[in-house]
């Protein structure tokens, strides 16, 4: 069986723990975490060892058998946080793709890339094409003929329509949804719960219902 290290801590870091566990496609090795240390552990029930940093990425790409989930999501530091998941030194072929058995994606229909996270029940329609590491939380939904960029994120019971396109490195905030033929900037966040219907500039982040520029970063 593969072998599963996971870069990051509780959160997306679990999600992805458990998703890797529901598929029966990897043993979970444990967590390479830059704060907590070395012989910790995450997770409050089911828990996961802390083995090391990102900077022991090398000798874990020593084994064939071993790849690498990246569980970051930066918020207000998205191009900081991008740039280091760039910058770790992984190939792309050792990314590990976790979908969820209960997420709906028509086979055949949908370009998925390296990395990517899917959680329960989220759903993809048809003509949909997601980047590397983007990750979709419980109940999303992407819309037909939409990109996701890469190190885009969708949180739980987000709507992303039709034609829509999510910005390298965007966060779509929980309940939000993005009307048809909308872009979403790079590193732009909507806020939970906002209701966009024009375009999100880049660097920037909307809030509200209508969604309205709140801060330029």
């Not at 999600?15 to 240390?37: C, M």
């Not at 989930?69 to 946080?81: L, Q, R, T």
């Amino acid at each position: 069986m593969n072998k599963l290290v996971i870069l990051g801590g509780r959160g997306i870091g679990m999600i992805a723990a458990s998703i890797a566990e529901a598929t029966g496609e990897y043993e979970v090795l444990g967590f390479l975490n830059d704060v907590e240390p070395i012989g910790s552990q995450i997770g409050k029930f089911k828990k996961y060892p802390v083995i090391g940093t990102s900077k022991d990425i090398p000798e874990h790409l020593m084994d064939n058998r071993v790849f690498f989930f990246v569980g970051y999501i930066g918020m207000k530091s998205e191009k900081e946080v991008y740039d280091k998941v760039t910058n770790l030194g992984i190939p792309r072929e050792r990314f590990a793709t976790l979908i969820h058995p209960t997420a709906i994606i028509p086979e055949g229909y949908c370009k998925i890339g390296k990395g990517v996270l899917i959680a329960p029940l989220a759903q993809l329609s048809p003509d949909t094409t997601i980047e590397d590491n983007c990750i979709l939380l419980p109940n999303s939904f992407l819309g037909h003929d939409s990109t996701m960029k890469r190190f885009s994120h969708i949180t739980t019971n987000s709507v992303v329509g039709g034609y829509v396109t999510l910005g390298v490195g965007s966060h779509i905030g929980s309940n939000a949804t993005i009307r048809e033929y909308v872009q979403v900037g790079d590193f732009a966040i909507v806020g939970s719960g906002s209701v966009v219907l024009e375009n999100v500039h880049n660097n920037t982040i909307y809030v509200g219902n209508p969604a309205r520029l709140i801060k330029n970063k």
